[in-house]
């Protein structure tokens, strides 16, 4: 089993059914070709949320961000495409994913960047459990 399906399973017990189709979500905002959180954190901060996504990224406090504020980020195709892996309506993928996203960059940063511990497979199972916690 490879990590991405250990994230969805993860996942799905949180989130129920809509567990599997958030991670297939968050992969498709950078082209479907695997997590990419450093292209996702770049997407964020190119379109608006530079502020946020460095908070995400840093040590302290994350910032909040708007259900709109993330719609506008991502693109209305983004979110659509999204909402379709998801099984449910563009705002009710927008809001999964404004709750999502910073604790999901945040769990993969320090210090202001995205770090190694996605190397290796302890280190993004333990990112996506502390998703759970």
Known sequence: MD???IGK?????KLGSNGQGVMEA??????GEGLNLQGLAGLLQQNGLSEQVQSWLGDGENQEVSTEQLEQALGQENIQNAAAKMGVESSE??????DILPELLNNASSGGSITDKFSDAGGLLNAAKSLLS
């Open 3 to 5: 990590l991405l399906s």
């Open 9 to 13: 399973q993860l996942l799905g017990a």
């Open 26 to 31: 968050v992969k498709g905002l950078t082209g």
């Open 93 to 98: 993928a927008a809001a999964s994913l404004k």
